[in-house]
T-cell receptor
Framework: DSGVTQTPKHLITATGQRVTLRCSPRSGDLSVYWYQQSLDQGLQFLIQYYNGEERAKGNILERFSAQQFPDLHSELNLSSLELGDSALYFC????????????FGEGSRLTVL | AQSVTQPDIHITVSEGASLELRCNYSYGATPYLFWYVQSPGQGLQLLLKYFSGDTLVQGIKGFEAEFKRSQSSFNLRKPSVHWSDAAEYFCAVGAGGSQGNLIFGKGTKLSVKP
């Protein structure tokens, strides 16, 4: 158990819909990262937050957005969903963002039909 | 740009045999290097990391990896594989700076024959 909690574990929705994925980081970790894992693209970094502020952006689509709240939990919002958005979305946290040593949650599997 | 290459998509070894998973990276400075393991239906778990110093690093579950700057490699090894080691293994390089996000290879799936 990494200490990172993600909900929901599984989500099935239709094209055009909007979903929100939630992440609670390890106790004390200020940095939260979101990654997308798909068969064709592998593990792709989406976005990073540190203590409520966006720190880095990766390959995140404009239809996707995220935020980190004062209690440090984070949400990833995916809108206007397309079939290609079906993937496993991981949240990770760390107390040492300069090193890249991350602790991953078990992921949220999104299926878009 | 930073990148990580894992040349082997799938490897099968017999239980008790030795294992080496290859990883090559491209990074301008001294990299932070990682190996993560993902069991089916699970998140990624850190096996080991290299930041600096001794180029042979020990990790959990009996794994080790060796950093070779001249070859831009960070291969993962285990002297004797157990059936429970069957999983997917990802090599990653830390992008560094204040961001710390990771660039992952495509992964190597390990199957273990009884």
């Amino acid at each position: 158990d990494s200490g990172v909690t993600q909900t929901p574990k599984h989500l099935i929705t239709a094209t055009g819909q909007r979903v929100t994925l939630r992440c609670s980081p390890r106790s004390g970790d200020l940095s939260v990262y979101w990654y997308q894992q798909s068969l064709d693209q592998g593990l792709q970094f989406l976005i990073q937050y540190y203590n409520g502020e966006e720190r880095a952006k990766g390959n995140i689509l404009e239809r996707f957005s995220a935020q980190q709240f004062p209690d440090l939990h984070s949400e990833l919002n995916l809108s206007s969903l397309e079939l290609g958005d079906s993937a496993l979305y991981f949240c990770a946290s760390t107390s040492h963002p300069n090193t890249g040593e991350l602790f991953f949650g078990e992921g949220s599997r999104l299926t878009v039909l | 740009a930073q990148s990580v290459t894992q040349p082997d998509i799938h490897i099968t070894v017999s239980e008790g045999a030795s294992l080496e998973l290859r990883c090559n990276y491209s990074y301008g400075a001294t990299p932070y290097l990682f190996w993560y393991v993902q069991s089916p239906g699970q998140g990624l778990q850190l096996l080991l990391k290299y930041f600096s110093g001794d180029t042979l690093v020990q990790g959990i579950k009996g794994f080790e990896a060796e950093f070779k700057r001249s070859q831009s490699s960070f291969n993962l090894r285990k002297p004797s594989v157990h059936w429970s080691d069957a999983a997917e293994y990802f090599c990653a390089v830390g992008a560094g700076g204040s961001q710390g996000n990771l660039i992952f290879g495509k992964g190597t799936k390990l199957s273990v024959k009884p």
